[in-house]
């Protein structure tokens, strides 16, 4: 009996040890061995509150030791060796230990984590100007803690501490503000969302609040993002209604301690469709008046709420352009609205009209001539690329282009180009590749990292935006790595210097396990992953080959009876028996690569000098055409969607190694995700390859992997997925 109990208990133990739903995301702060706690205590054995009142971060501190350790910290009443002290720059502690000058040049939101003596106590101190710096100065010392104390068994030397056992780290964020907008709508549903529902229970609000809004909250506080837009851009003109201002007041409460501001998508012609009037024409006195006095109604409920977010004339959504008026018109008056508040705009630049003319180029035609025009709590947000979030675009040449106007980044964190929630696509590397881009504004080094942070253009306003991908799956994000997509875009919001390694590095090691057997090959394959999905679904510069209505999978023939040409695949592929690409070269074509600086604008122009990843974006280019590999076009299009689906495999037989590493909810939900991105990569390169080889009428290389499909029955595909294109 007692062996019968013994085998019964340790057949349980893995079930308890690994019940495991991805719910915690990165914040699952596993105990540590005594071994590590006993060496943590040579650094802090308790902690001095120099901070009156309720502050999240000693909560959350607090919350964390204990499952860290097993207990909570200590709380000391004066100062003593291995203590930790927190406090503003309010406290007199903090005061007498000479750090106010090096307080003020943190901004809000910066802090300093510090190994000092004091009295002859060594001690650690977290200092900020205001409340917030200290939540992510204690985030920041439990993510160390949990980073480098495991693995060293002492604390290691972090950052420019000098000896062992110290801290000495000073951060100040790159963004003021770091924002995530939600593309949710009030019925519930998410546009281009695939986690389930909203987060937001419209219907419960504000009455009931779901405990997942603070979780919400920690976890974007965990990684430093400050802000949330919480309807879709596609915006109702209903969330401005008293109605649901009241239930957006009590997210904002929620939300407060943690240091996460709400803003709200709205709709331009919110004075004519909610407020009755007849016009929203924004030189109308009446429409500037009805928009103040929505601005004092907001702040009257939520007086910290951060501004608006337009998405004004594009995809048929109502403008000033409606009005005659222009973008700057628009913009203007509605930050004047929320000017006596430091409320701010963000007026989205994702702006484009079915015409003639090259999509690529419409925003920057459209914006560059209003560069000046806007007030000064205006911030212009432009997509990454200058089309829309595409496995992989050229900077939106827009970056750069308009210096007497703030501009901020938008990425896409949810994946609608990228196998949605199907797909393991690390996105760390496409945010980078964004940011590190050269735009030569002002000669070289011009990133446009360094463009919109404020470091070449001092700006007062500075921000970025990631369009999330979370809804009420129990994970949050539909795939457990998506959720490493989520986390990339904080911290890289927070400092846009980090580097995609160490990002996957963090997260991995928090969300799953610090095993080295673990952590290398999974890290290898999360930054392999958005080259590989590039691979198979649109290499060499290709884009927008998406079926119709939703943006899954492979069309690249798609024809739909009326349709916008720039909604059609084929209008941007444009293959033909000469060739394949776009040709938005000055002398034969659109002449949108006019767009950059030099010398990318010469580089992009010319085939030789074009780097290949773009090929295709700016030219359009012979079958027979001589690659660098010395393989023709074709060729070379055969073998880089062939090697994409090789990588999916190579990325499953990582993964499947890696059983004994993981629970086993999370390993079988990424491996059985995994079986479908493998058949997807293979369904994308049949699509592609048996439709352009109907144009190149060449054979498929014999030593690749042949087809399996028919071109006929893979156009015969349609999913059952339910959205406009
Ligand atoms: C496209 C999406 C569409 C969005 C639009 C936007 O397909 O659902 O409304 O962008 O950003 O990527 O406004």
């Known amino acids: 009996m007692k062996n019968f109990l013994y085998s019964l208990f340790l057949f349980l133990i893995p079930t308890l040890i690994y019940a495991e739903d991805g719910s915690k995301l990165w914040l699952r702060y596993q105990p540590l061995s005594a071994k590590q706690v006993k060496s943590l205590s040579m650094v802090i054995s308790s902690v001095l509150i120099e901070e009156p009142g309720d502050c999240t971060a000693i909560t959350e501190l607090q919350y964390a030791w204990k499952q860290l350790t097993g207990k909570e910290l200590p709380v000391a009443a004066s100062l003593k060796d291995y203590s930790l002290v927190i406090g503003t720059e309010k406290s007199k502690l903090i005061q007498s230990l000479g750090l106010q000058k090096e307080l003020q040049t943190l901004g809000s939101d910066g802090f300093i984590i510090r190994t000092m003596k004091s009295k002859g106590n060594r001690i650690t101190v977290i200092a900020s100007k205001g409340e917030n710096g200290l939540l992510y100065a204690v985030f920041n010392l439990l993510r160390n803690i949990q980073l480098y104390v495991p693995s060293s068994n002492i604390l290691r030397t972090i950052q420019l501490g000098s000896s062992p056992f110290t801290f000495d ?21 998410i546009e ?22 603070k979780e919400y909250a920690r976890a974007n ?11 879709n851009v596609n915006a109702s003109p209903e969330i401005l209604s008293n109605a649901y201002l009241q239930k957006v007041k009590a997210l904002a409460e929620v939300f407060r301690p943690y240091g996460i501001h709400v803003y709200l998508s709205v709709n331009f012609s919110s004075p004519a469709a909610l407020g009755g009037l007849s016009t929203s024409d924004p030189l109308n006195e009446g429409v500037q008046q009805w928009w103040k006095d929505k601005a004092k109604e907001i702040y009257g409920l939520i007086p910290d709420f951060g501004g608006f977010l337009v998405k004004a004339n594009s995809e048929g959504l ?22 006596p508040y430091n409320g701010i705009v963000m007026w989205r630049a994702f702006v484009y009209k079915s015409s003639m003319e090259d999509r690529a180029g419409q925003a920057y035609n459209e914006f560059t001539p209003l560069d000046g025009k806007f007030r000064s709590n205006v911030i212009l947000q432009v997509k990454n690329g200058p089309i829309d979030f595409q496995p992989r675009e050229p900077f939106s040449p827009l970056f750069g282009a308009m210096t007497r106007t703030a501009l901020m980044p938008e990425f896409q964190i949810t994946q609608e180009y990228l196998g949605a929630s199907n797909h393991l696509v690390y996105l760390a590397p496409l945010y980078k590749e964004c940011l590190e881009s050269d735009t030569y504004c002002s000669g070289e080094g011009s990133t446009v990292a360094w463009v919109t942070d404020g470091k070449l253009f001092p700006h007062p306003l500075t921000a970025i935006a990631g369009v999330a991908n979370i809804g009420e799956d129990a994970n949050w994000c539909g795939h457990q790595f998506a959720q490493a997509n989520w986390y990339a875009f904080g911290r ?33 394959m999360m930054l392999a992953s958005r080259e590989a999905a590039v691979n198979y679904m649109m290499p060499l510069g290709l884009h927008h080959l998406f079926a119709w209505g ?52 010469n580089d992009y122009n010319k085939l030789k000098t074009c780097p290949e990843q773009y090929l295709l974006w700016f030219h359009h280019v012979p079958w027979k055409y001589k690659m660098k590999s010395g393989q023709t076009l074709w060729n070379e299009l055969c073998y880089t969607y062939d090697k994409g689906v090789q990588q999916v495999r190579g990325f499953q037989k990582t993964w499947d190694k890696m059983e004994s590493f993981v629970d086993a909810q999370r390993f079988h939900e990424v491996q059985s995700r995994l079986k479908i991105q493998s058949k997807d990569a293979v369904w994308w390169k049949d699509a592609c390859l048996l439709y352009f080889q109907t144009f190149s009428r060449q054979p498929i290389p014999y030593d690749i ?15 059952n997925l339910l959205h406009h294109n």
């Not at 281009?192 to 809004?213: F, N, Q």
């Not at 403008?319 to 700057?328: K, Y």
Request: proline letters at 7%; glycine letters at 8%; hydrophobic letters at 35%.
């Open 169 to 189: 780290i000073k951060e100040v964020p790159s963004y003021k503000i770091r924002i995530l907008n939600h593309w949710d709508n009030l019925d519930g549903t």
């Open 192 to 213: 281009r969302g695939y986690a389930g529902h909203s987060l937001w229970k419209w219907d419960e609000l504000p009455g009931k609040l779901s405990p997942r809004y």
């Open 221 to 231: 506080a965990s990684i430093g993002i400050n802000g949330t837009v919480l309807n």
């Open 318 to 339: 109502p403008g000033p352009q409606d009005f005659g008026r222009t973008h700057a018109d628009g913009a203007n008056m509605l930050a004047d609205a929320l000017k």
């Open 492 to 524: 890289l919001a927070w400092n846009n210097e980090l580097t995609p390694e160490v990002i996957a590095d963090e997260w991995i090691k928090q969300t799953f396990n610090q095993q080295k057997e673990f952590v290398e090959p999974v890290k290898e």
């Open 550 to 601: 939703h943006h899954y999978g492979p069309e690249p023939w798609c024809t739909v009876p009326g349709a916008r040409a720039d909604w059609l695949p084929s209008y941007y592929h444009k293959a033909d028996t000469l060739g394949i690409g776009f040709d938005r070269t000055l002398d034969t074509g659109s002449k949108a690569v006019g767009q950059y600086f030099v010398p990318l604008r």
């Open 705 to 719: 992997e042949r087809p399996v499909n028919e071109l006929d029955s893979l156009k015969k595909i349609k999913l």
